[in-house]
């Protein structure tokens, strides 16, 4: 079972250019999500999916964009890196309850540094 | 500032002792979920709680809702190195009408053989 996969596992850019985190999930899940987790900041999140077709913002979504053309994808875009950017980003998904998205499967991270 | 308030934000104990970390939020909260985090890795699930009052233990790890479901607690017994990580709890639901789901800033664990 794969669950949830990113790619690349490391990344570094110079400011200004741009690239896309991938991640996918075999796991049918509805909900998507990524988070970018700084030292002392736990996880924030950037954006989110509950299907293909719909995204909405997190708590810091400057800068990235996101979108949902499967179930299974749910890439993140870095249109112009800053070195603020810098991190660890975790992808991750969830089967959709009534109310909420349950618990969330995790992929492995990836870790962006740009100069 | 953040919804979700995590204390302590560090912990070291000597292997065997108990401690207690907890998270407390604002507002109701709906769904509250325990992940652990090894360093450098992904984070798994441990627990979820919904109702108030609400308690699960898995193993040595024991959570914790209140009954005005505005805080939780995650208590270890008798600790172990295997402990070691970085506990955060989450929520979502906490912003009515969207699946935001947010995370504490975290409570890194450190046990001493």
């Known amino acids: 079972n794969a669950g949830v996969t990113q790619t690349p596992k490391f990344q570094v850019l110079k400011t200004g250019q741009s690239m896309t985190l991938q991640c996918a999930q075999d796991?049918?899940?509805?909900?998507m999500s990524w988070y970018r987790q700084d030292p002392g900041m736990g996880l924030r999140l950037i954006h989110y999916?509950?299907?293909?077709?719909?995204?909405d913002q997190g708590e810091v979504p400057n800068g990235y964009n996101v979108s949902r053309s499967t179930t299974e994808d749910f890439p993140l875009r870095l249109l112009s890196a800053a070195p603020s950017q810098t991190s660890v980003y975790f992808c991750?998904?969830?089967?959709?309850?009534?109310?909420?998205?349950?618990?969330?499967?995790f992929g492995e991270g990836s870790r962006l540094t740009v100069l | 500032s953040q919804e979700l308030e995590q204390s302590p934000q560090s912990l070291i104990v000597q292997e065997g002792k108990n401690l207690t970390i907890n998270c407390t939020s604002s507002?109701?909260?709906?769904?509250l979920y325990w992940y652990k985090q090894k360093y450098g890795e992904g984070l798994i699930f441990l627990m979820m709680?919904?109702?108030?009052?609400e308690e699960k233990s898995h193993e040595k790890i024991t959570a914790k809702l209140d009954e005005k479901k505005q805080q939780s607690s995650l208590h270890i017994t008798a600790s172990q190195p295997s402990h070691a990580g970085i506990y955060l709890c989450?929520?979502?639901?906490?912003?009515?009408?969207?699946?935001?789901?947010?995370f504490g800033t975290g409570t890194r664990l450190k046990v001493l053989a």
């Open positions: 989450g929520a979502d639901g906490l912003t009515s009408g969207t699946y935001k789901y947010i």
């Open positions: 796991m049918n899940h509805e909900y």
């Open positions: 999916s509950v299907g293909a077709g719909i995204t």
């Open positions: 991750a998904s969830s089967y959709l309850l009534l109310r909420g998205a349950g618990e969330l499967f």
């Open positions: 507002k109701t909260l709906y769904g």
């Open positions: 709680l919904q109702k108030g009052g």
